[in-house]
């Protein structure tokens, strides 16, 4: 199998995050970046299926130079190649042109399987997995729990609300888009570390993919939400103010 892993690099959970004022986006100076951590999920049943099934795992990110070193990462654990989407204001992009960029990196390769995470850890639009899917025209699968491969289809185990689980199958190629926990993502041995060194990674601009980047959509600021406290006395007798509680907690506080 010829898999496709599609991983971003987000900011540190730790990192000191400061936010310029009216920005839409962090200041990036003085913070450490990682691998978005559903992706490493994603990337780790990658690797699991090519153990079992034989291929290879092309790990694609998109970002400025730094984020290199994510996909050396996926490199150390065990990709065998990757692709960097060269672009310093990628944060800009909406869903939708993070997809069309991703795609046309995508479609210039053959793969039976493409995996993306459920979601990133800065923006957190959960969208680009099931855009990624439109556009390739390739069947999609979401919060994927379980996937066993037999011959060019695929038996899907996807998880529901309320502890339901769904069986499905899909023919391949497919997008998939992978539930965090599904596994347990292994650590880079040295020997993986070094090996890493020695595999290609191919740098593509994104001007050149000649895809349209016009925003569907436009993120104004980001802000740390103001605290703010508030206090309301429920006066009358103790039935009375029951009963104004009882309201309040159904049509405010929407808990009953």
């Known amino acids: 199998m010829k898999i496709a892993v599609c991983i971003k690099q987000v900011p540190a959970k730790d990192a000191p995050l400061q936010i310029p004022a009216g920005s ?3 200041r990036e100076t003085d913070i450490g970046f990682e691998t978005n951590e559903p992706d490493g999920f994603a990337l780790e049943e990658a690797l699991r299926l090519k153990e079992k099934h034989g291929g290879e795992v092309v790990a694609i990110s998109m970002g400025p130079e730094r984020v290199k070193q994510t996909i050396k990462e996926a490199m150390a654990k065990g990709a065998d190649r990757g692709i960097h ?3 310093e204001k990628f944060f800009q992009l909406d869903p939708l042109g993070s997809a069309r960029s991703l795609s046309a990196a995508i479609q ?3 793969f039976d399987l493409v995996l993306t995470g459920l979601q990133s850890d800065d923006h957190g639009f959960g969208q680009t997995g099931v855009l990624l899917a439109e556009l390739l025209g390739l069947p999609h699968a979401t919060i994927i729990m379980q996937i066993e491969v037999n011959d060019r289809r695929m ?7 309320a502890g339901w689980f769904q069986w499905m199958e899909v023919p391949l190629p497919a997008v ?4 965090s926990g599904i596994n347990k993502p292994r650590y880079a041995t040295l020997k993986g570390i070094m090996a890493a060194k020695k595999k290609e990674i191919n740098s593509i601009p994104r001007e050149s993919l000649g895809v349209d980047a016009t925003p569907t959509q436009k993120l104004e600021r980001i802000y740390v939400p103001t605290k703010t406290k508030k206090t309301e006395m429920l006066t ?3 039935k009375e103010a029951a009963a104004k509680l009882v309201e309040k907690l159904k049509h405010e ?3 009953l």
Do not use: F
């Open 24 to 26: 839409a986006w962090i």
């Open 85 to 87: 989407v060269v672009d």
């Open 108 to 110: 210039k390769e053959n």
């Open 155 to 161: 038996k899907l185990k996807r998880e529901l609300e």
């Open 176 to 179: 998939i888009s992978i539930q």
């Open 236 to 238: 009358g007798t103790a």
């Open 253 to 255: 506080a929407r808990v």
